[in-house]
């Protein structure tokens, strides 16, 4: 027996439970120090990102009739050339209170509208009358604050 006690003598012998047990204890610090009586006072930026697309060629932004050349993208807007997409998420807290915030920039160039034929075709294809389209698509740039949530 080394005189420790079981629980630590067999974490040393099982190298990869005490790695576990080492990434745990340090996932749940900031818990076992509230448990501890410490403050719960904490701010934290939990990502930052930035995606960067070049598109060459005309894309397609009809994703009802036709299809799209960006999938999946919750809306986001995209054009011939450089498109962009940035944002950031974090929290904060005190004591009961907790406030988590998500914010995003877009940019996307402008697009330009659907040839006539193409709105003839719609019309034709799929029963549907075709809207009277400006010559372009003008897309701005876009910041967003995604909803924000404030628990207590």
């Known amino acids: 027996m080394t005189g420790k006690p079981a629980k630590e003598a067999n974490l040393e012998d099982d190298g990869e439970a005490s790695s ?3 990434a745990l204890s340090q996932e749940f610090s900031n818990e076992r120090a509230l448990v501890d009586g410490e403050t719960n006072r904490n701010a934290q930026l939990e990502s930052v990102y930035s995606r960067v697309t070049g ?3 005309r894309p ?11 999938l999946n993208d919750f809306g986001r807007p995209f054009g011939v050339g450089f498109n962009t997409v940035d944002g950031f998420s974090g929290f904060a ?4 209170l907790i ?3 998500r914010g995003e920039y877009q ?5 330009p509208a659907p040839s006539a034929q193409a709105l003839q075709f719609i019309a034709t ?3 549907s009358l075709p809207a009277s ?12 604050t995604a909803p924000a949530h404030s628990l207590r």
């Open 20 to 22: 576990i047990y080492d």
């Open 55 to 57: 598109i060459s060629g």
């Open 60 to 70: 397609l932004t009809d994703g009802y009739h036709f299809g799209q050349t960006i």
């Open 93 to 96: 807290s005190e004591g009961p």
């Open 99 to 101: 406030g988590y915030i």
């Open 107 to 111: 940019h996307a160039p402008s697009i």
């Open 125 to 127: 294809s799929f029963g």
């Open 133 to 144: 389209v400006a010559s372009s698509v003008f897309r701005p740039n876009k910041s967003q």
